[in-house]
C-alpha cells in the first residue's frame, strides 16, 4: 500500500518552484498537485493521457473544447485525452487533485 497525506504534499509542493507536482506515480496512473493563483494563465497544452481534476480550493472556469463551466471546491472534471482544455478566470487561487491515467507523459503522441 502507498499513503499520502495532503497537508504533507501541499506542503512539499509549496516548497518546488512548479505549477504541477506529482506525488504518486505507477503504470497505470499517477497523482499530482496543480496550483493556479488568482489572475494567473494555464499553460497546459492537452495532455496523451485521460484526466480527472479535482478542485479542493479556489474558483474559476475551465474550458475543454468548446464547453465552459464554473469550477470551485468540490467540482470534479473529466477531459479525455488529446483535448484542448485550459482553466482561465481565476479569481481565487486554484488548488487542484489531478489524476491522469495511465500515468502522465506515458502515452506516445
Known sequence: MLAFELSQ??????????LYSEFLTTQNLSVGIYE???GDYD???PHTEDEVYLVLKGKGKIRVSEEVRD????????VSAG??????????TLTILVIFSPARGTQIK
Request: charged share 20%; glycine share 2%.
Open 83 to 92: 483535448l484542448d482544455h485550459k482553466f482561465f478566470d481565476i479569481i481565487q
Open 43 to 45: 499553460p497546459q497544452q
Open 9 to 18: 504534499e501541499f506542503i512539499r509542493h509549496q516548497l518546488q518552484d512548479s
Open 36 to 38: 493556479l493563483p488568482s
Open 71 to 78: 469550477v470551485a471546491p468540490g467540482s470534479v472534471v473529466y
